[in-house]
């Protein structure tokens, strides 16, 4: 909604997730949409011509620049997580949750039977994910994980963030 502030999308592809979160009362110019694709960028940005399209890799998530740091309320994501290796899930997570304000969540949309984010990369960057329901805007349905910070812990050591693939 308009009161949860500025939104991160990773993976946006068409824009069927954008379109919802537009109706649900977010803003386009609350808006960044993270996509790799130089075509979906390109979709992305006549669909959505007040939102920011970045075309970059989302594992770069933690480069991107905002007027007020820690106050972006979402980072939403359909990216394949369980394909990916640890060391750019952790670079995905961490760059997000940089941005988050206190509060904020990490909502991650996945076809797996669990959640795509292993309990190791979970717990060394101070992460507890619940699952919280299933949309039906894809077929078939994805199940969608919030993920949040432990609000009594802070990460553990960053060397988590150097495991290599």
Not at 125 to 132: E, Q, Y
């Amino acid at each position: 909604t308009s009161r949860t502030g500025p939104v991160i999308e990773l993976g946006p592809g068409t824009g069927v997730f954008t379109a919802k979160l537009l109706e649900r009362g977010v803003r386009p110019e609350d808006l960044t949409l993270v996509e790799y694709g130089a075509n979906f960028a390109r979709h992305l940005e006549t669909r959505f011509p007040r939102a920011r399209v970045l075309r970059m890799d989302a594992a770069r998530v933690g480069d991107i620049k905002f007027r007020n740091e820690a106050s972006v309320g979402a980072a939403i994501s359909g990216l394949p997580l369980l394909s990916m290796p640890d060391h750019k899930v952790i670079a995905i997570l961490d760059g997000a949750f940089a941005h988050l304000k206190p509060g904020g969540a990490f909502y991650q949309f996945t076809y797996g039977p669990r959640c795509p984010v292993a309990r190791p990369i979970l717990e060394g960057l101070g992460l507890s994910a619940t699952h919280i329901g299933r949309t039906m805007l894809n077929v078939p349905p994805a199940a969608v994980y919030r993920i949040v910070r432990h609000p009594a812990r802070a990460p553990r050591d960053r060397t988590v963030a150097t495991v290599t693939p």
